[in-house]
């Protein structure tokens, strides 16, 4: 289950959008300049990432949020749209799917440049556990023809019935999008995560301890913009991109990534 998440190098250059601790999240430059709009769920009162998208983008983002719904400063009235919805797997009195969401909302760009529709959006997930339901009860093949990459936090990963899910999870979406970038929300801690592994040099099986954030900010992108992918060998958290979700903490462990590695080489 550990190998869903073999980190990969993208060969696209990373960015940080949103508050330089919780709120931000980093994407490859690509999938956000490749992509025609910004769908994102769990907003709570923080559209710093929203904002900093428009910045740098100029197009429009969709924010859902079936609690707070959200409040738009007024000089981005015109490019940041609210709605008081969440996101669910099967459609709910207050909750729908990014699918019909963005069938619903999203109306096709021309690019006069490329002569072409913009028709990708980024799809960033912050809903505090039903992450599990959407991405169980969703088609990941169509998500991928719409999205240039996701952006999603994955919660509560110490508890062993949410772990399974989670690890469904990554291998769905693992077939349609590399996993780019990794960091541990270090408002909560790293927990012992036991497998059991094979050792491949002498065919045996062996028990491994990892240690692994209970909280993981993730980051995709579309395997059509990363054709030239490659298992990433660097060192997580990266210095110059993460920051800590809660400076009075110390940065997540992220360790176990280069056990991975190892296993691989």
């Not at 169980?136 to 998500?143: A, D, G, P």
């Not at 062993?160 to 990794?182: A, G, W």
Request: hydrophobic share 35%; glycine share 4%; proline share 3%.
């Amino acid at each position: 289950m550990i190998e869903q998440l073999k980190l990969y190098d993208s060969r696209l250059p990373k960015i940080r959008l949103g508050n330089p601790c919780d709120g931000g999240y980093v994407c490859p430059v690509q999938a956000v300049s490749l992509s025609s709009a910004l769908f994102t769920y769990g907003i709570g009162n923080d559209l710093s990432f929203e904002l900093d998208y428009v910045r740098v983008t100029n197009r429009k983002a969709f924010c859902f949020d079936h609690v707070t719904g959200g409040v738009v400063p007024h000089n981005f009235s015109n490019k940041v749209f609210c709605f008081k919805e969440g996101l669910s797997g099967t459609k709910q009195e207050q909750t729908d799917n990014f699918l019909a969401h963005y069938d619903k909302y999203f109306e096709l760009q021309w690019n006069e440049e490329d002569q072409r529709f913009l028709e990708k959006v980024l799809l960033k997930i912050d809903v505090e556990g039903c992450e599990y339901e959407f991405i169980q009860n969703t088609n990941f093949e169509i998500v991928s023809k719409i999205t240039t990459g996701i952006l999603i936090e994955f919660h509560d990963l110490d508890q062993e019935k949410t772990r399974n899910s989670f690890f469904e999870c990554l291998s769905k979406i693992n077939q349609y999008f590399y996993l780019c970038h990794v960091h541990g929300n270090n408002n909560t801690a790293n927990f012992d995560f036991f497998e059991k592994r094979i050792a491949k040099n002498v065919n045996e099986y062996y028990v491994e301890k990892f240690s692994i954030p209970k909280t993981l900010e993730l980051s995709f992108v579309n395997k059509e913009l990363a054709s030239n992918a490659r298992l990433d060998v660097k060192s997580y958290p990266c210095p110059f991109l993460d920051m800590p979700n809660n400076i009075l903490n110390p940065q997540n462990d992220l360790s176990f990534l280069k056990k991975l590695e190892n296993e691989t080489n």
